[in-house]
């Protein structure tokens, strides 16, 4: 197998998988509120790639409900350094969806064959990363997020999109390319793919 | 940006055979650069077809399209051009080759979905219209392919009437020069020119301001101008060869029935001529125009008054001042001009605007014609030997001599329909085609036709052609000058050209002797042509 091209050294790693399917992966954050934002590009481990589709911070015991505790706080912070023990009582959890994978050297903009296994660590992919996923503005990794479904799933497209067009010179252009390989997947549908560019800055 | 001939316009989608093929455009620049007419090739996976863009239209796969983007912006706009907003271009097929890179042969198969169409190069032009030889001659380039040239091949032309077709100042006359100057040059046939408006023999200015050389000018020794208008001839510094006089002696009842429109004579006038034609003999409108109307109507019957007004009507040739009372063998000089190989300009001068000297002459002179070639033909055919040389015939303001009224009973009608076994064609010069009668029309081999603004004319011209509603809509988005489609007898394949300039670079080719068969009598005219 060749080494991968993106050195990995820069990739920041943020959490690890606790669950795990072809399509869909939960991670949890190592640091509460860790997580990173709406639709970025993440790796678990070396090959799979998902992206964030939702955040979520919950009790990490569901049979002992989180309470209010601030009704004589001045501040959010000062609750948080009264209660010391809530850093350890809350997770931060983010749900990803598949969208492709590494093999040797190319990137797929398909479903893995296999999920990553539980604790495969989770890393924010840098620019240059990005960009290799992303080549061509090739929005191939988008009928998999257009069928899939998710609640509010055409804003994380969106989303997804804003974020990798930050790793591009020109983001305008990539930006445009992938807009338009998504119109031909909404052909038809010119309400919903109004919707979807209308989250885009397009033309900023 | 020009779309270079490697990339291409876009890809086959879907059609029929024979309502044209959808070709989805590609890239925005493309859409613009498809315009109706263009010659595009698509290659199949084992052949190669060849045809023109008939329509463009832009298509959508959101039917709600036109409500979503109600309130849409640029940015949705840029998305959605050439994506599922896109354009298509319905492309008639013409031809295809096979692999072999045999001689393209009529499509009666179609490419396969998503065969890439390229608009044609060169190589494919000349593939079909042939190079220039010694039959075929450049007559102008397809749309947008300034460099490349068009052949038409002469020899399949003069085999059948031809029409040049266009509203007035569409350059009909300047195409029609050019035929003709081919014709002369590549001694594929004898030309007859009747010179409506003077300008074929000798120079005339263009509309630009340039002087364009007559055939007189550019064929010395194997062209004659005849003139029905001497004066007219002197003051232009044309070299005329001959002075035409017509003898009322010459006239036929038929060419009084070809003017029963122009003259407004009625249909008991023209059976009159008939009769009078047989009381009198060949000076017949002489005698008639001496006797008194109520004596003659007791002699050969039909009312006084019938005669009273034709002898009204007959008398208006007297103010033709070439008429004589005896011919003066005007005629038989035409012919054996013709007889020679050498080609005739009959120019009318001031009597081009006069539609009776105009339609009494080329009829009169026509008919004789059709007698000689007839006879000829015979002879030969009892000999087992050659037919006279072909003979191509050029009048404008043709549908005069072959309306639906008239045709059935003019020369010309039934040189259209028969003469081609004959050797004798038409090169019919008009701008109202809807005026031709259908079958005369219908007998037009090869059409070459400018902008035409009537519908009627538009569906005339294109009566009969094959893929004639596709046609339509090229030849009702020609420009208005220099831009002719072509299509028929002589071509494998419609094409719309913008015509060759008639200029200094045609006079020079024109210059070189042709290859021509009937050239060769003529060779030695040519040497002298060129080193006087």
Known sequence: MTAPIVPRATAVRFGEVVEASIERLLGQCHELYGAPVLGTLVRAGESVYAVVEGVETVALDPTRPIVARGAGAASEAEVYAEHPQLERLLRTQVSLSVIGHREGSDVRQYLPPLPPRIHTFLHVCPAEEVRDFFAGGRPDFASLLIRRGVPAGDDVLAAVLRQASAAFDVPGDFLLTASRGVASLLAGDTARLNAIVRRLPLGA | ?532
């Not at chain 2, 979905?113 to 390229?118: I, L, N, T």
């Not at chain 2, 429109?261 to 006038?269: A, M, P, S």
């Not at chain 2, 003999?281 to 109520?294: E, H, R, T, V, Y």
């Not at chain 2, 005026?435 to 007998?443: C, K, R, T, Y």
Request: charged content about 25%; glycine content about 10%; aromatic content about 6%.
């Open chain 2, 1 to 532: 940006m020009v779309v270079d001939a490697a990339s291409p316009l876009g890809m086959v989608v879907g059609g029929s055979l024979s309502r044209g093929l959808d070709v989805r455009l590609g890239s925005a620049e493309a859409v613009e650069q498809a315009k109706v007419g263009t010659f595009v090739t698509i290659q199949g996976a084992g052949s190669r077809y060849f045809g023109i863009i008939t329509d463009l239209r832009l298509d959508s796969a959101d039917q709600h399209l036109a409500s979503a983007m109600a309130d849409a912006d640029a940015a949705l706009a840029s998305v959605l051009s050439g994506t599922s907003a896109y354009s298509l271009a319905t492309v008639s097929l013409n031809l295809t080759t096979g692999v072999g890179g045999e001689a393209p042969q009529p499509a009666k198969s179609l490419p396969g979905h998503f065969s890439a169409v390229h608009r044609a190069s060169n190589d494919d032009v000349q593939a079909i219209f042939g190079s220039e030889d010694a039959w075929h001659i450049y007559i102008g380039s397809p749309l947008d392919m300034e460099d490349t040239r068009v052949c038409l091949d002469l020899r399949k032309f003069v085999e059948r009437s031809n029409g040049v077709f266009g509203k007035s100042g569409t350059g009909k006359s300047f195409l029609t020069r050019i035929l003709l100057a081919g014709i002369l040059q590549r001694g594929v046939a004898t030309n007859l020119v009747f010179d409506m408006h003077s300008e074929y023999g000798w120079q005339t200015q263009t509309e630009s301001g340039y002087a364009a050389k007559g055939l007189k000018q550019l064929f010395p020794s194997r062209v004659a101008v005849f003139t029905m208008d001497p004066a007219s001839a002197r003051r232009r510094g044309v070299q005329t060869d001959f002075d035409v006089q017509i003898g009322y002696d010459e006239i036929e009842p038929e060419d009084i029935a070809i003017l029963a429109q122009t003259l407004k004579i009625t249909d008991l006038g023209v059976q009159a001529c008939y009769t009078l034609r047989s009381r009198f003999g060949a000076s017949w409108i002489l005698d008639f125009l001496k006797q008194p109307s109520d004596e003659l109507s007791e002699n050969i019957g039909g009312s006084s008054s019938t005669l009273d007004a034709l002898r009204q009507r007959l008398g208006q040739l007297q103010r033709l001042d070439f008429m004589r009372d005896h011919g003066q063998g005007a005629v038989k000089r035409v012919l054996d001009h013709l007889a020679d190989g050498r080609h005739v300009v009959l120019e009318f001068g001031r009597y081009g605007d006069d539609l009776t000297a105009y339609l009494l002459v080329a009829n009169l002179i026509t008919r004789r014609i059709h007698e000689e070639y007839r006879r000829r033909t015979e002879q030969a055919l009892a000999a087992d030997g050659k037919g006279p040389d072909p003979l191509v015939i050029t009048i404008e303001e043709a549908h005069r001599f072959l309306g639906p009224g008239v045709a059935g009973q003019t020369i010309f009608g039934t040189i259209a329909r028969e003469m081609r076994k004959y050797h004798v064609t038409l090169l019919v010069v008009d701008q109202r085609p809807s005026g031709i009668d259908d079958e005369v029309l219908s007998q037009v081999g090869t059409r070459i036709t400018c902008q035409l603004d009537n519908d009627r004319d538009v569906d005339a011209v294109l009566g009969g052609a094959s893929g004639a509603r596709e046609l339509k809509s090229v030849l009702s988005r020609l420009e208005p000058r220099q831009q002719a489609l072509m299509f028929g007898h002589a071509l494998p394949m419609p094409v719309v050209i913008r015509t060759r300039d008639y200029g200094e670079a045609l006079y020079a080719e024109m210059s070189v002797p042709g290859a021509g068969a009937a050239s060769k009598t003529a060779s030695g005219r040519d040497k002298r042509d060129l080193f006087g």
